[in-house]
């Protein structure tokens, strides 16, 4: 499974971006998907995940209210809406997919495949 980030960039503290993730290479909806990205000096951290079918979802207490993670299972893609951005937002941003369809797992060494990230940069 081959996993493309992108969309991110520059952005202006409170405002918004969606990033996407497109995979290739395996069936898409045997995964749970998930969103993780590291700040620098910093680990990488969970942001948000994703079951197989989009039906349930899970947040970092940090993002919940203003970020959303979707799926569409047809264009084998997920995605990440970012919304009032924050500088402490600014991180590269890496999906991941688990093969473990229905777990949302909130723990980095738990997902199979990587993105390669897409940077977010917040501007003050």
């Known amino acids: 499974v081959q996993l493309q980030a992108y969309g991110g960039g520059l952005v202006q503290a409170g405002g918004s971006l969606r990033l996407s993730c497109a995979a290739s290479g395996g069936t898409f909806s045997n995964y749970a998907m998930a969103w993780f990205r590291q700040a620098p000096g910093k680990e990488r951290e969970f942001v948000a995940a994703i079951n197989w079918s989009g039906s349930s979802t899970v947040y970092a207490d940090s993002v919940k209210g203003r970020f959303t993670i979707s799926r569409d299972n047809a264009k084998n893609t997920v995605y990440l809406q970012m919304n009032s951005l924050k500088s402490e937002d600014m991180a590269v941003y890496y999906c991941?997919?688990?093969?473990?369809?229905?777990?949302?797992?909130?723990?980095?060494?738990?997902?199979?495949?990587w993105g390669q990230g897409t940077l977010v940069t917040v501007s003050s």
């Open positions: 991941a997919a688990d093969l473990r369809p229905a777990v949302r797992s909130v723990i980095p060494s738990e997902y199979e495949y």
